[in-house]
């Protein structure tokens, strides 16, 4: 072994610690570090969640969104409001199915997600968009001219989800299935 072969030597236990709590503070608030932070750890979940698409059936791929639209399904009936034609049934028919469905569909919903408004403001408020705004956050509409800071007028305060906890299917199960067939004997 020559003397350009020699490694440097690596970094001190206290650099060794703070990069330790770094990428744990990192995994813990930010779910894209966590998934490239397991996608470089040797075990067969993070083989398994570091597997391309190509080769994952499309509904492991997105099984927990399959689960969620289950969830919706099975604590607000969304689906069988969804696919009823309800063009021909009276208003109040579909006012009073649509209150059930809102319940039992926003407690589905929260089981899942912490949704916050993007901006705080009420509806119909004037509010500032600042210069370097994230457009993914904030979409300007009307008559857009010039260069920010803009002012306007707030026509909805836009949602962001705050945590998500989406349940983890077990493999023997299948994600397509939103709701069972029911046979009563």
């Known amino acids: 072994m020559s003397k350009h072969d020699a490694q440097p030597p690596g970094p001190s236990f206290l650099a060794r610690v703070r990069v330790a709590l770094v990428c ?11 998934r490239e932070l397991a996608a470089g750890l040797p075990s067969a979940a993070a083989s398994r969640a570091t597997e391309p698409a190509a080769a994952r059936a499309p509904e492991r791929v997105h099984a927990s969104a ?12 969304l ?11 009276p208003d109040a028919d579909v006012g009073a199915a649509a209150r059930v469905v809102h319940g039992g569909c926003r407690k589905a919903l929260a089981e899942c ?4 408004p993007v901006l705080r403001e009420a509806e119909g408020a004037s509010v500032t968009v600042p210069a370097g705004f994230d457009a993914q956050r904030i979409r300007l509409t009307g008559n857009v001219a010039g260069s920010p800071p803009f002012r306007g007028t707030l ?10 906890r989406f349940p983890v299917l077990a493999e023997a199960l299948d994600p397509r299935v939103l709701a069972p067939a029911e046979v009563e004997l």
């Open 24 to 34: 744990f503070w990192r995994a813990l608030t930010r779910p894209d570090f966590c």
């Open 66 to 77: 399959l689960a969620m639209l289950a969830m919706l399904q099975r604590e607000g009936r």
């Open 79 to 89: 689906l069988d409001f969804l696919q009823e034609d309800v063009a021909s049934f």
């Open 113 to 116: 997600l912490a949704l916050e």
């Open 155 to 164: 026509k909805h305060h836009g949602w962001v989800t705050a945590a998500a």
